[in-house]
């Protein structure tokens, strides 16, 4: 337990919000409850803790959503749960709250930097017109006596704030604003740092709250141009912290005199706000969730005349999503097990798919 402790504390805090309804969870609160819980007595994460199950940093596979994680509670919860009652007679509940936190803890193992390349750092540094000013003669201060070394966005912060400087090099050289990729940015840091760079920078990272992010990115001005359908929410999903500065980076000139600089801190707070509103689980099909619980044979229970003391599905009608659904489950999912077996039937398999349009079929029942 102990050695849980002490990785989950070198991890990303980071508060994943989704859209109206869903819990936003914090990324630091779920490493707790993965202690407190047992699950790492059990699971790795990358290769740490518990070794008797699935490394929950590579496992489920696919992109890592709400509806994932609830699919693959849902169809492993049996052996689970029988091996938590076998080890220590119980299975701990799980609120709503720690459900969404456990999420936002296993997202941030899915969604780490890539290691930069210092060599190819030092390809983009010229090739991007950096060195111009940055080499030896020309004036700014050479990549060695950086103070910004320690990650990719504190490093993009400053770049963010010297881009007047840098855009009046660029006019005078009739030359584009120099795009970046996040690799580009992380290589950057890679090369200025004279190692490969990696966790160890993304380590330093310390969210605000998703509502704090949200302030300022209304302060900023962010929310001028990022509203309605250009609203950036779940629209960047899979993108790195790196990613994301690289993209605030790139439409400078866009921005022109709306641009505000950023203090430390703000920089990270933005990006890891930018990062937590991308993530949204796949809006279901009613009609597909209908035919999920036919097939799996949950109405034969949950139906308008429920059976074996199963809660009728409008019951949860209006305020089911995923992270409810893995506490529910977690929950409510022995005694649905047993009232399965009383009836001779096999538990049933979900996908993804599948769970989210059981949400979407559930929440449209009057
Ligand atoms: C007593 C051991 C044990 C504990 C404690 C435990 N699990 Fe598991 N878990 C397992 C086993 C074994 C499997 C694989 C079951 C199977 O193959 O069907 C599994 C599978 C999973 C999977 C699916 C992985 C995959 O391959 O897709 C997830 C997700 C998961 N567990 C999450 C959790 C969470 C979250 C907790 C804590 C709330 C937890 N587990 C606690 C033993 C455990
Ligand atoms: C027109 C000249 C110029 C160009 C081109 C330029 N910079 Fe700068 N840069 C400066 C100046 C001036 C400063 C502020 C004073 C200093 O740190 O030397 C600065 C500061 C920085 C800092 C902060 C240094 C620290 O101590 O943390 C970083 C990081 C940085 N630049 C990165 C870049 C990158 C990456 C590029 C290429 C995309 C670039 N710069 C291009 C002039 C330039
Ligand atoms: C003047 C309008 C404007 C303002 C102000 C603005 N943006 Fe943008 N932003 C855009 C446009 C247009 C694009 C898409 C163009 C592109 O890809 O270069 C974009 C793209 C982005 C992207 C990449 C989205 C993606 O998925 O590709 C991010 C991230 C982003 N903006 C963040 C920000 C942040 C953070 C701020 C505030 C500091 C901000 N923007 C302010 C207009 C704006
Ligand atoms: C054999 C009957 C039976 C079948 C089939 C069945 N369930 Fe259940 N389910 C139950 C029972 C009984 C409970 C309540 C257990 C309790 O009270 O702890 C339950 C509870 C639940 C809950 C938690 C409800 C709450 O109040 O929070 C959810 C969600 C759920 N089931 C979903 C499903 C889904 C989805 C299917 C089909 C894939 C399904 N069930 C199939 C019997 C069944």
């Not at 000139?253 to 703000?266: A, D, H, I, T, V």
């Not at 929950?331 to 979900?350: D, F, I, S, Y």
Request: glycine fraction near 10%; include cysteine; charge should be positive.
């Amino acid at each position: 337990m102990k050695k849980l402790f002490v990785m989950a504390s070198t991890v990303v805090c980071v508060s994943v919000a989704w859209g109206a309804g869903l819990i936003p969870g914090n990324a630091e609160r779920g490493a707790q409850v993965f202690d407190a819980k047992g699950c790492g007595s059990c699971h790795a994460l990358n290769g740490r803790g518990g070794n008797g199950a699935p490394d929950l940093a590579s496992k489920p596979r696919g992109r890592f959503t709400p509806a994932l994680l609830a699919a693959a509670m849902w169809n492993h919860g049996p052996r689970m749960w029988d091996r938590m009652k076998g080890e220590s007679g119980s299975v701990p509940a799980l609120t709503p709250l720690e459900a969404a936190d456990l999420f936002a803890y296993l997202y941030t193992f899915r969604h780490s930097e890539e290691q930069g390349d210092p060599e190819r750092g030092r390809k983009v540094f010229e090739a991007k017109g950096c060195a111009s000013c940055h080499a030896g003669s020309g004036g700014a201060s050479p990549v060695n006596r950086w103070r910004s070394i320690g990650d990719p966005i504190e490093l993009a912060r400053e770049m963010w704030n010297h881009a007047d400087r840098m855009a009046e090099a660029v006019q005078k050289s009739k030359k584009d604003w120099p795009r970046l990729t996040g690799r580009d940015l992380a290589d950057i840091v890679a090369y200025a740092r004279g190692e490969p760079s990696g966790q160890r920078g993304v380590s330093r990272l310390a969210m605000a709250s998703a509502e704090t992010g949200e302030t300022l990115f209304r302060e900023k001005g962010c929310a001028k141009c990022h509203t309605g359908a250009q609203s950036l929410a779940g629209k960047s999903a899979s993108r790195t912290f790196s990613d994301l500065a690289a993209a605030m980076w790139n439409h400078v000139p866009e921005m022109g005199s709306r641009r505000r600089s950023l203090r430390p801190e703000e920089m990270t707070r933005l990006v890891g706000y930018l990062w937590s509103i991308q993530y949204f689980d796949e809006a279901g099909d009613p009609a597909a969730g209908l035919r999920v619980a036919v097939e799996r044979g949950c109405v034969s229970c949950h139906g308008r005349l429920p059976a074996a003391g199963a809660p009728r599905f409008t019951a949860l009608a209006g305020r089911l999503d995923s992270v409810r659904f893995i506490a529910n489950v977690w929950n409510h999912g022995e005694a649905m097990r047993n009232a399965m077996g009383v009836n001779g039937k096999p538990w049933p398999h979900l996908d993804r798919t599948a769970v989210n349009n059981l949400l979407a079929y559930i929440n449209s029942l009057q």
